[in-house]
């Protein structure tokens, strides 16, 4: 295993310390792994390959790694125990009488309760872990600003130490924050789970087959942390305590890895074969007809007069976006069920993120609809300035009704480009499933519940911390107002000058021929030309302007505003009186303008 990570390693070119980030491990830990000493854990095996590995060379890589990851962990004799991390559903698959299966579930929610109390002092130590390493930082910005005040080869010295170490304690601050998040994620699963295991054997106690004794099992060591990893040591010993950190953020994430990996709190991405692909082929090709038909119909209902056939048409586009073969196959046997009047067989089990991305693509295949029929008025009514603004969103959301937010499709690019001919693994065939308890569960309830905790932090902490849909669905409406604003100001703009013309070379003359007119009245008796004088105030002009831009020094500068004063008084005296005014305001303004640049420039100081 370690070999093969290793030849991965020098393929890809990279180093250990270019691990740390993507594998969540220090570079201690990582060349432990790499050379043998520890063995890896299934996560830290599938960043380490993400890291390292093209995405059309993933999916074959990470398959001989958890082969090799396999034979390394796992005795010759297989054990007969089931993971505890199976669904609450396959408990009854597992045992052949209630007693048993109720025993293993017991079992279970003991190993769940241990895992609990573990987690939930690893979250606590995460939070003390970084208290410790924010007054580490704290402390050696303080160090940093006294040092930099001191001369010499030694303050230097010390600044460059400082430096690194600030940098190193920052590095650890943030693997700190990601576990302490991290854990208390795991937490609030692994307590969902526990509940549900209680229910199940609840639901057996009050049913009187089985006999339960509820357990809280052994009590967790609740030893104190090593003193290195406490706040003093941080002040006395900056290296011993640093170490004894990352070691202490290893071992907690290798325990993370663990407990997700043992109780499948984490879905893993699946590998797709040849009939999945075409499988997500075919859903793509049906959507993309769905949304056709959903923007056809929507234009024809829009654009006449019968009602009938257009809604139809609309109608069967959001069905066929939706997505309903999956649903329609889960609903069947309930349906025969039901024709047959007997009870049903199985549970009707739902997911509510699936059922999100279909309302979703449905929602999204509505504004396409929209969208295009926005477009086609804007063409023939309203302007060219809306369909800048119409049709690149119209675009985007009807891609986003075909492809957006399917996990399948980006399996299956990335399994096309990758090796076609690997051979897919199977999973054995599960036992046969008893009646249910329940008609109707809910698959991913941790889905949901993730997504409300996601909406409460986003209301509690602010917008900086909120989730990307959070923030796109609170943008959504500013944007579409956004855009009907602009547009409604493009139009109201079109109409102001329709019927007007810009007369650029007339706006020009306006403040060249005054110049002309001054420095030819007044260069009588000169030994230049007029024609040298006019070529130098304009090289001038715009040389100052230049200088101004790049260097941004006082004399530049105060040259500028001299010349600009200068043309302005050029201009008065060579216009006729009664247009200086407007001269004047029209030289004015667009020295005005010039100096917006002049006076800011790429050589500003700032204090």
Not at 558 to 571: Q, Y
Not at 573 to 589: D, E, K, M, V
Request: charged share 20%; net charge neutral; with cysteine.
């Amino acid at each position: 295993m370690a070999q093969f990570l290793r030849e991965v390693l020098d393929r890809a070119g990279m180093q250990i310390r270019d691990l740390e980030t993507p594998t969540r491990y220090s570079r201690t830990s990582v060349g432990q792994i790499l050379s043998g000493e520890k063995a890896p854990s299934r996560e830290f095996v599938d960043r380490f390959v993400s890291a390292t590995t093209p995405p059309r060379e993933k999916e074959v890589l990470l398959r001989q790694a958890m082969t090799l990851l396999k034979a390394a962990k796992n005795p010759a004799t297989p054990t007969a125990s089931a993971a505890p991390g199976s669904e609450i559903a396959s408990l009854a698959t597992v045992a052949a009488t209630a007693q048993g299966q109720a025993a293993q579930a017991q079992e279970q929610l003991r190993l769940a309760h241990q895992r609990n109390e573990e987690l939930t002092r690893e979250r606590d130590d995460g939070q003390r872990m970084v208290l410790s390493l924010s007054l580490l930082s704290s402390d050696l910005r303080q160090r940093i600003a006294t040092v930099e005040q001191e001369t010499g080869d030694q303050a230097r010295s010390d600044l460059k130490k400082l430096t690194a170490q600030l940098a190193s304690a920052q590095r650890e601050l943030e693997r700190a924050k990601a576990g302490r998040d991290e854990t208390e994620l795991l937490v609030l699963r692994l307590r969902r789970r526990s509940d549900a295991l209680e229910e199940q054997l609840a639901q057996a106690r009050n049913a009187g087959t089985v006999n339960i004794l509820f357990s809280d099992g052994p009590g967790i060591d609740s030893s104190p942390r090593p003193e290195e990893v406490q706040e003093a040591a941080f002040q006395t010993d900056f290296a011993r305590a640093l170490s004894a950190a990352q070691g202490f953020l290893d071992e907690g994430q290798a325990h993370r890895d663990e407990v997700r990996e043992e109780w499948s709190l984490v879905p893993r991405p699946r590998t797709v074969g040849p009939l999945e692909q075409w499988r997500t082929a075919t859903h793509v090709a049906t959507r993309a007809l769905g949304c056709t038909l959903t923007v056809a119909g929507t234009l024809a209902q829009a654009t006449s007069t019968y009602s009938g056939i257009p809604v139809l048409l609309a109608l069967m586009g959001l069905l066929l976006v939706a997505d309903p073969w999956e649903p329609a196959a889960k609903l069947w046997p309930l349906l025969r069920s039901l024709i047959q009047q007997r009870p049903p067989e199985q549970t009707l089990v739902f997911s509510s993120r699936g059922l999100a991305l279909r309302g979703g693509r449905c929602l999204c295949a509505l504004l396409t609809a929209a969208g295009a029929v926005l477009s086609t008025q804007a063409a023939q009514h309203w302007g060219a300035w809306w369909l800048v603004l119409l049709f690149p969103l119209t675009l985007a959301l009807g891609v986003y009704t075909v492809i957006g937010q399917d996990d399948r499709v980006t399996a299956a690019v990335q399994q096309v480009l990758g090796d076609l001919a690997a051979d897919f693994s199977t999973s054995p065939p599960r036992p046969g499933n008893p009646k249910p308890t329940q008609l109707i569960a809910l698959a991913d309830p941790d889905w949901l519940a993730d997504r409300r905790q996601e909406l409460s932090t986003a209301f509690a902490q602010g917008w900086k911390p909120a989730a990307l849909w959070v923030k796109v669905l609170m943008l959504t409406p500013v944007a579409l107002f956004v855009i009907a604003l602009l547009g409604s100001l493009g139009t109201a703009t079109l109409h102001t000058f329709q019927g007007t013309s810009w007369d650029g070379a007339g706006m020009v003359a306006l403040v060249d021929e005054p110049v002309r007119a001054y420095l030819k009245a007044n260069s009588a008796g000169l030994s230049v030309t007029e024609g040298t004088l006019y070529t130098t105030w304009l090289a001038s002009g715009i040389g100052l302007l230049v200088i101004s831009f790049a260097t941004g020094t006082f004399g530049a500068r105060l040259t500028w505003i001299a010349w600009g004063v200068g043309s302005v008084f050029m201009v008065w005296a060579g216009t006729p009186a009664p247009a200086r005014g407007i001269s004047c305001g029209a030289a004015g303004l667009a020295w005005g303008a010039a100096s917006i640049f002049a006076l800011q420039g790429l050589g500003t100081r700032r204090p």
